[in-house]
């Protein structure tokens, strides 16, 4: 069995090393495991301390995807396991999720995120806190949990809330796949680089002149970034947020979700990109939308930690609930595309499933992600 991480060092022309990540497992295209956490952490953790190290690189095996999301299909026998009650390991996963996230965000050093390929869910978790995210012209991105009775985690109610205007609530409500050129509209992307220049990428950084002082590391490897950007011969495919950002602007205007899912619905438009949006979110769990929609306003000014621990309540409990499991079931365990959702729409949703769904599981001290700040 092949490690599920590969890690690697490469020297630089400076002294300093370049440290490598590459989530390794191509069939699953690269989802994120519980194990693949467990190894990343205590790595990222001692390369962060490592003076020797300039900066850090996390990308996936294959061509296909750098994350497709995380591996639902092992929370799903979790969740089987103990139907309608708490799940330890749903927990445990979740908790040691977030706070891998959360060290990306807040990383002491350059971290690149190379976001080719499929970029979802937990895959886009890793990628939105890097300090250097490149995307390129096999960019699909998408928080599409919606349609597996989830919410838009990994930090969601932290980015999507800094996206221009309402565009966050749309994709996280429709579960929209975007491109590169979107990604870098709404902030979740800063350089597009072509997939073939990515082996001349990673030479140009070993040429570089490293140093101690974290500040011109980052612009030293901004610059080369810029310079790749603009030397590519590929071009950025068009953006459909933001050629539709007037029509997102109308039909998320409102405070109340039952007219902001009765306008996307209502909407009379051949173009395939907004069609496809809402198709996702007519089949979607309404749970899901309302959840989205709950967490999306309640973060709005709140710290990334303190998002993240709104989200670790959520997920868990939707581990509970039973319609994260009966939406994995429909999706990718029966694939019968027919998920038996226990809302047939937002306004179904009872007063008594809302309360709990945004009580804390903990109190304060003792919630599991309490240290972070």
Not at 83 to 108: K, M
Not at 255 to 260: C, F, Q, T
Not at 277 to 292: F, Y
Request: aromatic share 8%.
């Amino acid at each position: 069995m092949s490690e599920v991480v590969l890690f690697e060092l490469l020297k630089t022309q400076s002294g300093k090393q370049i440290a490598i990540a590459t989530l390794n497992s191509e069939r699953s295209l690269n989802a994120l495991s519980h194990e693949m956490v467990a190894l990343l952490y205590p790595q990222l953790v001692a390369w962060q301390e490592d003076s020797n190290i300039a900066l850090v690189l996390l990308q996936g095996a294959g061509e296909k995807a750098f994350c497709a999301g995380g591996d639902i299909v092992n929370l799903y026998e979790n969740m089987a396991a103990c139907p309608g009650e708490y799940s330890a390991s749903i927990e445990s996963y979740f908790t040691d999720e977030y706070q891998l996230d959360h060290l990306i965000h807040s990383y002491s050093k350059p971290f690149v995120v190379w976001g080719s390929g499929i970029v979802m869910g937990g895959g886009l978790g890793l990628m939105a806190g890097a300090s250097h995210r490149v995307v390129t012209e096999s960019s699909r991105i998408a928080m599409p949990e919606i349609s597996i009775g989830l919410f838009p985690d990994v930090g969601g109610s932290y980015f999507l809330n800094r996206m221009p205007d309402n565009c966050g609530l749309f994709l996280g409500l429709t579960g929209a796949a975007i491109n590169a050129a979107d990604a870098k509209f709404i902030n979740l992307a800063d350089h597009f680089i072509s997939n073939a220049d990515k082996s001349l990428f990673i030479e140009e950084i070993q040429q570089i002149s490293w140093g101690d002082t974290i500040a011109l590391n980052n612009e030293k490897l901004t610059s080369l970034m810029k310079k790749l950007e603009q030397k590519s011969k590929v071009h950025m495919p068009l953006s459909n947020v933001h050629k539709h950002k007037a029509l997102i602007d109308q039909v998320t205007d409102s405070s109340k979700l039952e007219d902001i899912v009765a306008a996307i619905a209502q909407l009379k438009t051949d173009d395939k990109w907004l069609n496809r949006a809402q198709k996702s979110l007519a089949h979607g769990s309404a749970l899901s939308v309302w959840l989205t929609h709950q967490l999306i306003n309640k973060a709005k000014g709140l710290s990334l930690a303190q998002c993240l621990q709104l989200e670790l309540n959520a997920a868990v409990k939707c581990g509970k609930f039973g319609e994260f499991q009966e939406g994995v079931r429909a999706l990718l365990i029966e694939k019968d595309n027919s998920p038996a959702w226990k809302f047939a729409s937002v306004s179904d949703i009872d007063k008594e499933t809302k309360d709990w769904f945004i009580t804390s599981k903990w109190l304060a001290p003792e919630h599991p992600l309490a240290l972070l700040n």
